[in-house]
């Protein structure tokens, strides 16, 4: 989640409105100046572990497994938000969730995944390979 305070509207700047109960797991919240990690100042609602909390200091919850570290994407203002280098402190630091498999470019997960939506590659390009073509399915 990125620069989700940056509407700024009056009295709901924040990447949540803490009124329904809310889990959050693997995430990277990356906020900008001037900006919230959560509208509100109660966390009875926030639930969850192995976040990466970065902009505004410490995360305003006590979550296991949180970090308050620069995540290391390759272009954040860019909207690349995909892991700069292996040594990006997010890289292989989620927990495995039943069901969430690959990452959002559809790359297998491995264990344990990165947090945030992309695991890490050197690659930092979001095309993915062409498909093989002139082959052939024989059904038996």
């Known amino acids: ?11 709901s700047s924040g990447t949540w409105d803490l009124e329904v109960p809310t889990k959050v797991t693997n ?6 100046s001037g900006e919230a990690y959560i509208f509100g100042t109660s966390c ?9 909390w970065y902009g505004l200091g410490a995360p305003p919850c006590a979550m296991t497994g949180n970090m308050n570290v620069d995540p290391q994407l390759a272009s954040p203002a860019g909207a690349n938000f995909q892991l700069s280098s292996s040594g ?3 890289n292989g630091a989620g927990i495995a969730i039943s069901g969430l498999s690959y990452d959002f470019d559809g790359l297998l997960r491995p264990s344990p995944p990165s947090i945030g939506a992309y695991d890490y590659t050197s ?9 093989p073509t002139k082959l052939t399915l024989t059904v038996n």
């Open 1 to 11: 989640m990125y620069n989700c305070g940056g509407r700024k509207l009056s009295g």
């Open 27 to 32: 995430n990277i919240l990356y906020q900008l």
């Open 44 to 52: 009875n609602q926030l639930s969850g572990s192995n976040n990466l």
């Open 88 to 90: 990006s402190p997010a």
């Open 123 to 131: 690659n930092l390009s979001s095309q993915r390979p062409t498909p």
